[in-house]
C-alpha cells in the first residue's frame, strides 16, 4: 500500500469561520501556521462544513470564510507555498468523514467533552452534525496523511480520537495506510484574556468590543483599545511572579488578572520571554507600560489591519486564492479517497 507524504512531515490545521479573529487567536494560531511554514509543506483550511454543525446565516457564511482567508493571508501565510483553502470545496472531507463514521464508535464520541460544552444541556436539540464534529475533523487531517497538526490545548481530545480512528482503520482493514498523526500544541500565548476583564477569555462571543483587538482594526482601533484596556493602582511587578517554568503563577494571575494579561500580551508581541519583559517593566506605571504596548501592539498588528481591510475590498481575488487551494487539495486527497474507497471494497467502476 502506497502511503503518500507521510514520509514528508505536512501540517493540517482548521480555522472555523463563525466570526472575525482576534489577537488571542492570532498569537495563539495563526502567527504559528506562518511560522511553521518554514519546516512544513502546510495545509491551512477554513472549515466550513464545521461551521454549520450550529446556525449559520447563509447570507454572511461566504463573508465569513473570506474574512479568515483575508486574515491568514494578511497575517503572512503564502498561498503558493502553503495551500489555503475552504473545507467544502474539496468533497474528500464529507466523503472520508461519512466513512469514519463507520469507524468511529458511538461510546468514543460520547466522551468528548467539546461536544458536552457546545450542545448544553438540551443535548437533544443538537444537531448529528454537531456530534459527529470531531469525526469530520479526524478526516480533514487524514484526507492529506498529514502527519503534524497545530491545535489549541482544547483540542486534544479530538486529535486522540483522530489517532483512535486511524489506528482502527488500519487495524480492520489490515492495513498500513493512515499515519499516527503527532499534536503540536501551541501552548502559552494562547491565554490572552479580555481587556475589559482578565479573567476571561478574549473572545469574540463577547459583547463589547472593547474586550478584543480584531485583526482587522486599524492603528487608532489598536491604540484606543488599549488606552481604555482595565489595570490596576498598582505598579508592574518584577520576575518575582514567575514560577520556575517561568510562567506566571496562578495566585498573581488571580489577585491581577489584568496585569498578567497585558503584560503577557506584551511578551508574545514580542516574541520575549515573561522574564525578560518583567525584568524590564519591574516598578513601571501603568501610563508608561500601555505607551510601550501600545507601541508594540500598533507596529505589528496595524499593518495586518490594514492589508485585511485591502483584502476584503477584493473578494475576487480571495476566491481566486480559495479556488487555487482546493484544486491543489484535491491533488492530494482524491488519490486518498479513492485508495479509501478500495480498501473499504467500495465499488468504483
Ligand atoms: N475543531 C477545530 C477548532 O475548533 C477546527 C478544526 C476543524 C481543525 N478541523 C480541523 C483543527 C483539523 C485542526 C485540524 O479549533
Not at 486574515?71 to 466523503?95: C, T
Not at 498598582?234 to 506566571?248: F, N, R
Not at 489577585?255 to 520575549?272: C, S
Request: proline residues 4%; hydrophobic residues 40%.
Amino acid at each position: 500500500m502506497t502511503d503518500q507524504g507521510a514520509t514528508t512531515k505536512r501540517i493540517f490545521s482548521g480555522v472555523q469561520p463563525t466570526g472575525g479573529l482576534h489577537l488571542g487567536n492570532y498569537l495563539g494560531a495563526v502567527r504559528n501556521f506562518v511560522d511553521l511554514q518554514s519546516d512544513y509543506e502546510c495545509v491551512y483550511c477554513v472549515v466550513d462544513l464545521h461551521a454549520i454543525t450550529v446556525w449559520q446565516d447563509p447570507t454572511k457564511l461566504a463573508d465569513q470564510t473570506r474574512e479568515i482567508t483575508a486574515a491568514f493571508l494578511a497575517a503572512g501565510i503564502d498561498p503558493k507555498s502553503s495551500i489555503i483553502f475552504n473545507q467544502s470545496q474539496v468533497r474528500a472531507h464529507a466523503e472520508l468523514g461519512w466513512v469514519f463514521n463507520c469507524v468511529a464508535r458511538v461510546g468514543w464520541l460520547n466522551r468528548m467533552t467539546q461536544f458536552k460544552d457546545k450542545a448544553g444541556k438540551n443535548r437533544e436539540a443538537a444537531s448529528v452534525g454537531l456530534y459527529g464534529y470531531p469525526v469530520l475533523q479526524a478526516a480533514d487531517i487524514l484526507a492529506y496523511l498529514a502527519t503534524h497538526v497545530p491545535v489549541g490545548e482544547d483540542q486534544k481530545q479530538h486529535l486522540e480520537l483522530t489517532r483512535d480512528i486511524a489506528g482502527k482503520f488500519n487495524n480492520d482493514f489490515g492495513v498500513d495506510f493512515f499515519p499516527m498523526i503527532e499534536p503540536l500544541i501551541m501552548g502559552a500565548a494562547a491565554r490572552i484574556m479580555s481587556l475589559r476583564d482578565g479573567s476571561k477569555k478574549m473572545s469574540k462571543s463577547e459583547a463589547s468590543d472593547m474586550s478584543r483587538i480584531n485583526l482587522h482594526d486599524d492603528a487608532d482601533a489598536i491604540a484606543n483599545k488599549i488606552r481604555r484596556a482595565k489595570t490596576d493602582p498598582q505598579a508592574l511587578p518584577g520576575a518575582e511572579v514567575l514560577d520556575a517554568d517561568g510562567a506566571i503563577t496562578d495566585a498573581f494571575a488571580k489577585e491581577r488578572p489584568e496585569a498578567a494579561n497585558l503584560v503577557t500580551i506584551y511578551a508574545a508581541l514580542g516574541r520575549q520571554s515573561l522574564h525578560d519583559v518583567l525584568n524590564d517593566l519591574a516598578g513601571k506605571s501603568f501610563s508608561d507600560f500601555k505607551g510601550m504596548l501600545t507601541e508594540r501592539a500598533v507596529d505589528q498588528m496595524a499593518p495586518i489591519g490594514a492589508e485585511m481591510q485591502r483584502l476584503m475590498n477584493d473578494p475576487g481575488h480571495i476566491d481566486t486564492v480559495l479556488k487555487d487551494g482546493a484544486e491543489r487539495a484535491r491533488g492530494i486527497a482524491d488519490p486518498v479517497i479513492n485508495q479509501v474507497y478500495d480498501i473499504v471494497g467500495l465499488l468504483r467502476a
